[in-house]
């Protein structure tokens, strides 16, 4: 079965520390992975894709075909990074989502 | 620039009444358009794509339909309501970009069947 999993409801992390959402994916082939977000009040965004290798607001995301995994990470994470995370497999099937915090 | 528009922004319904939620775009032509939804709790479910006029493709099977009249307007409809069709719909639409697609979300419709 497709699949997007994301075992985490709920991250909470302090400012200044690393951060990492954890999204694994069972899908027939090689799908084209995303991460979207909503920051509160905000409608749902697309914030990066593995295809195009990008780094945006500090945040990476690393495909490993070995592990089936797409994990969102972010060195230093911020106050203003608190919002919902969402991993998507070809934009079709999405996780159940993460909610950070950052803690000041 | 694009923008995309859904109403209404929350609904409240009796189980067995009629739905028509609508979704138009602004500033593209023959987008690829969506509807999902988010049930509490859960990840989005895609349950319908649109590549052009007439042109539906269902994902999951369920009471819900959805038409596309014209190019930029996408409709979600269900001739009767059931309790399990409570959630949150978002409608969504995609262009090619060089790295493949970029996709924008409507604000989305709460929907409360009771």
């Known amino acids: 079965a497709q699949r997007v999993t994301q075992p985490e409801k709920l991250l909470s992390v302090f400012k200044g520390a690393p951060v990492e959402l954890k999204c694994n994916y069972s899908?027939?082939?090689?799908?084209?992975l995303f991460w979207y977000v909503q920051y509160s009040r905000q409608r749902l965004q697309l914030l990066l894709r593995?295809?195009s290798r990008e780094s945006i607001k500090g945040f990476t995301a690393d495909l490993n075909k070995g592990e089936t995994s797409f994990h969102l990470k972010k060195p230093f994470a911020q106050e203003e990074d608190s919002a919902m995370y969402s991993c998507?497999?070809?934009?079709?099937?999405f996780g159940s989502g993460t909610q950070l915090t950052v803690l000041p | 620039s694009q923008t995309i528009h859904q109403w209404p922004a929350t609904l409240v319904q009796p189980v067995g009444s009629p739905l028509s939620l609508e979704c138009t775009v602004e500033g593209t032509s023959n987008p690829n358009l969506y509807w999902y939804r988010q049930a509490a709790g859960r990840g989005l479910q895609l349950l319908f794509y649109s590549i052009g006029i007439d042109q539906i493709s269902s994902e999951v099977p369920q009471n819900l339909s959805a038409s596309r009249p014209q190019d930029r307007q996408f409709i979600l409809s269900s001739k009767k309501l059931l309790l399990s069709d409570s959630g949150f719909y978002l409608c969504?639409?995609?262009?090619?970009?060089?790295?493949?697609?970029?996709?924008?979300f409507g604000p989305g419709t709460r929907l409360t069947v009771t």
């Open positions: 593995h295809i």
């Open positions: 969504a639409w995609n262009e090619p970009t060089g790295h493949g697609y970029e996709q924008y």
């Open positions: 998507s497999a070809r934009q079709l099937t």
């Open positions: 899908y027939s082939g090689s799908p084209e």
